[in-house]
């Protein structure tokens, strides 16, 4: 990952309240389009709707919209929307197209519009100052995007290694610190830079997969777009108890593997070849063999860090080796 970055002179299609060097500055408020791609999780929703409304942002600062993109073809989520009394102007849309990318593309071409989309999670909740926090980390650091952070909270009885092996956590990073890719369960983009580079759709072929986030910022920074991470601006998110449990975070982690294997697979202009299905079984061996070690260590030393950062580790290698065979782990089919 390359060194983190410090403040520098910002690009002129990024706003800015302070002058970071007068000649550049463009003055808030903006236009901020908070975009949020649901499927048949009311409860989540109604929390996120819930803390949007206590956003701790000056009108001169930010003009904000909430879009609800509903991914269940019956309009489920319809009566949380309008029952939240939303504080913010907010629409309502159904995505009848199955998968979360077709939500997020729906999600997208209304965010457009303005001059920035900021994207959550519905089985999240935003911290007051997590829109301001965001904005003000695009302009410090000169940034087309920003992510921000996921603060995960267990439930009870949680086993440690789970807890302390990283499968859930967000990445450990300086602020400024520039990133090849990011999910967007906290991320914010400038819409400009989107329409500078032509990026207005998320692969439908990772519609059950997940990984679509993935792909779509990682060919954001290859076409040009700086991304960078913000220690403020948090989120958190209650991982829900039959998550918690050593079956589902091997699948994570294995999908996780997987969908960056394929994401760099599918990159490739030409046929796939045998050399890059070995290298990726190299590659996925090396993890899985490393991951043991640490296990073994952890087993040792008693260390439930250890021991859950090596399980995750060799997961994700598994995932690197079932992507060099060819094999998709549908995490989201219906």
Known sequence: MPAAAGPRKPPKHVLCGTPLDGDDLVM???????????????????????????????????????????????????EVVEASAMAWPTQYVVEPSAGIPAART????????????????????????????????????????????VRYEYPPNTPAWIERGG???????????????????????????LREVGLYQFDQRFAFTGGSDTAFTKEFTESGGRLTWSDRGEVRELVPPERATPRWVLKR?????????????????????????????????????????YVVAGLVQRNPTSVG????????????IGAAFGHAYAEYKR
């Not at 997208?108 to 301001?132: C, I, M």
């Not at 990011?182 to 991320?187: C, D, I, V």
């Not at 950062?309 to 690197?320: E, H, K, L, M, N």
Request: net charge positive; hydrophobic share 45%.
């Open 106 to 149: 729906a999600a997208l071409a209304n965010g457009l519009a303005h001059d920035f989309v900021a994207f959550v999670d519905d089985d999240e909740v935003v911290s007051p100052g997590w829109l301001a926090d965001l904005l003000r980390s695009a302009a410090t650091y000169g940034s087309d995007a920003v992510a921000g952070p």
């Open 167 to 193: 499968f859930f956590d967000s990445p450990d990073l300086r602020p400024g610190t520039e990133m090849p890719f990011a999910a967007t369960n906290n991320l914010l983009m400038s819409c400009s830079r």
């Open 28 to 78: 808030f408020p903006v236009s901020v389009a908070v975009l949020i791609c649901t499927y048949k999780r009311p409860a989540g929703l109604r929390s996120l709707l819930a803390s949007l409304n206590k956003l701790a942002i000056d009108q001169g600062l930010a003009d904000v919209t909430v879009y609800v993109i509903d991914n269940d073809a019956s309009g489920s989520a319809r």
């Open 309 to 320: 950062q090596g399980i995750r580790r060799a997961a994700r290698g598994a995932g690197v």
């Open 253 to 293: 982690a294995y999908r996780t593997g997987n969908g960056l294997a394929r994401i760099q697979l599918m990159r490739r202009k030409n046929k796939v070849s045998v050399m890059d299905q070995f290298v990726l079984i190299v590659r996925g061996g090396a993890r899985i063999a490393s991951g043991m070690i």
